[in-house]
C-alpha cells in the first residue's frame, strides 16, 4: 500500500511539472522575444514628441525639447547608415501649446521639408494656431511660422497630419475649431459649437491653397490620419454624430471631389467626450490598411481592417488586442496583402509598445514585446516607420521624472 501510494504520488508531481514547462514554453513562444536593435538618440534628456517620418529609403524624426518651463526648441535627424545624425533646430520660442496627444509632425517631399507646431493665440487653454514652417530643397534656412488657417479666431487647430503629395508639395489635414466659438474651453470638452476637420495643398514655399472643409461635425481632440491612394489622397478621423457615436469615419477625393464621409465599421461607440485616440491608416496603390481602438460597452480594443479599392469598401475586421489595451495605434503596410500594426497594452500590471504582422485573410503572427512603457499620457504616441527591410520606433520613456526619447528597430524578417 506505501509503495503504491508513494508511486502515485511521484506520477502526481512528475505531470504537474510537466504541465508548468510546457505552460512556460507556451509562454515563451507566445511572448516572441526577437532582438530589439536600441539605437542612440542624439536629442538628450527633456525631450519628449517624437514623431517618424519615411518614405522607405530614408527616415527623419522630429522631437520637442523642453530649454526651461517657457521656451520650448522643435529638432529634428536624419537617419544615416543606421545611426540619427546630430539635431538640427527647426525654431526656438515661448507661448507654445506642448500637448501629449497634439505633437508637431516633420515630413519630406523631393527633398522639400514641411514641419509644424501649435502656439497660443490667447490666453484660453484650447487657443492655439497651427504654424508651418517649411525649407525649400535649395534653401538652407528654414522659413517659419506661417499660419495654415485664416480664420483668425482664438480657437482650437491641430492634430495635423502631412503628407508629400505630388512633385513637390504637400497634403495637409487638421482638426479647426473656428466654429466652436469664443469658448473654447467649453469647446474642447463637447459642448458650444463643433468641431470640424479640413485639408489643404502646401506649396514647398509653405503657400496655402485648395482649402476645404471635409466634415462640419468631428470628434474635438483625436489624432487625424490621412493616405495617397491611386485615386488621390484619403482622410480618416474619429467622428462625431448627434448621437455621441465616435466611430472612424472616411472621406476619399475621387475625380476631384471629396466624397461624403462614412464609418469605416460601425462600432457604436456610444461616449460623452474625447476618448483622445484617434486611427492611423496607409495605403499602397487602392489598398489600405486601417488601425484604430474602440472601447464600446467599456471593452476597449484595438482592431484592423482592410480595403482593396481604396477605401470605399472594407472586409471584416480583425481584432489585435483586447482587455488593457491602451490603444495609441500605428501602422505600416508591406504590401497589398500584409501589414505591420502596433498599439499599447498592459499586461500583469506592465505596459508594453507591441508590434505583429497581420494580413489581409486574417493570419497573425506572435506579438513582438517593443518596450516596456509607462501607461501615462506623459509616454505620449509611440511612432512606427518602415526603412528598407526593418521597422523603426519612436517613444518618450520617463525615467526619475525626467523625459527623453528612445529609438529601435527590428527586422522585418522577424514579423
Known sequence: MKLRNFLTSTLAIFLLLSCTSKKKEQKSSEENTVEVHPLVFPGGSDTSLPHLFSNNNQAIVSWVKSINDSVAQLNYSYLKDGNWEQP?????GKDWFVNWADY??????????????LEKSSKET?????KLNVLPKEASKWQTQKVLHTDGTKTEHGFVTALPYQDDSFFITWLDGRNTGSDAADAHAGHGGTMAIR????SSEGIVSEEVLLDSKTCSCCQTTAAITDNGPI?????????????????RRVDGKWTTPKFIYNDGWEINGCPVNGPKVDAIENSIVVAWFTAVNKEPKVQLIFSENGGEDFLAPMLISTK???????????NADTAIVSWMETIAKKTYLKAM???KGGVKSTPISISVMGDSRDTGFPQMERVGDKMYFAWTAHEAKISSIKTAYVGLDLF
Open 235 to 251: 482622410v480618416l478621423y474619429r467622428d462625431r454624430t448627434d448621437d455621441e457615436i465616435r466611430d472612424i469615419a472616411i472621406t
Open 126 to 130: 484650447f487657443a492655439y494656431d497651427v
Open 357 to 359: 504582422k497581420v494580413t
Open 104 to 117: 508637431p509632425t516633420i515630413t519630406e517631399n523631393n527633398g522639400n521639408l514641411l514641419a509644424h507646431y
Open 324 to 334: 488593457e489595451t491602451l490603444g495609441r495605434v500605428d501602422v505600416e503596410m508591406l
Open 199 to 202: 485639408a489643404a495643398e502646401v
Open 88 to 92: 538640427i533646430e527647426i525654431i526656438t
